[in-house]
C-alpha cells in the first residue's frame, strides 16, 4: 500500500479512537446525571421522613447532608465533563476535517491527467476588456 494509503488508514484509525472517546465520555455523564437524580429522590424521601427540611439545622439527617453533597460533588464532575466532552467533539471534527482532505487529495491524485491546461484569461483581464469595449 502507498503511503497516503496508510496515512489515511491511521488518520482513520485516529477519527474512531475520537469517536469513542465522545461516547464514553456521553455514557459518564449519563451516568452521572441519573446517580444526581436519584439522590436527589432520596434527600426528598429522607426530608419528608423527618421533620427538620433546614440543611443548616444541626439536627438534620446525616444520610441527607451526605446525599446533597455527594449530589453537588456530581454536578461539578458532570460539568467537569461536559466541558471535556466539548473538548473531544471539537478534537472529533477537527481528526473528520483532516480525514476529508486526505481522502480528497487521494482521490485527485488517482483521477487520469487531464492534459496541458490551456490558458485562460484572468478575472483582471476580462474585466480590462470590459471596460475598454464600453470606453470605445
Not at 32 to 42: F, G, I, K, Q
Not at 75 to 90: G, H, I, P, Y
Not at 102 to 126: A, C, H, N, V, W
Request: net charge positive.
Amino acid at each position: 500500500m502507498n503511503p497516503r494509503g496508510t496515512l489515511i488508514r491511521v488518520k482513520k484509525f485516529q477519527v474512531d479512537e475520537k469517536r469513542r472517546k465522545v461516547v464514553r465520555i456521553e455514557e459518564m455523564l449519563a451516568t452521572l446525571e441519573r446517580t444526581a437524580v436519584e439522590l436527589e429522590r432520596e434527600v426528598k424521601v429522607e426530608q419528608h421522613r423527618g421533620s427538620i427540611r433546614d440543611a443548616s439545622h444541626f439536627a438534620y439527617l446525616a444520610y441527607a447532608k451526605g446525599a446533597v453533597q455527594r449530589r453537588e460533588n456530581l454536578k461539578r464532575s458532570a460539568d467537569d465533563l461536559k466541558t471535556e466532552l466539548d473538548v473531544a467533539k471539537s478534537e472529533l471534527a477537527d481528526a473528520l476535517n483532516e480525514l476529508q482532505i486526505l481522502k480528497l487529495r487521494e482521490e485527485r491524485r488517482q483521477m487520469p491527467d487531464p492534459g496541458p491546461i490551456r490558458s485562460q484569461p484572468s478575472f483582471l483581464q476580462y474585466r480590462l476588456r470590459q471596460n475598454r469595449m464600453i470606453s470605445a
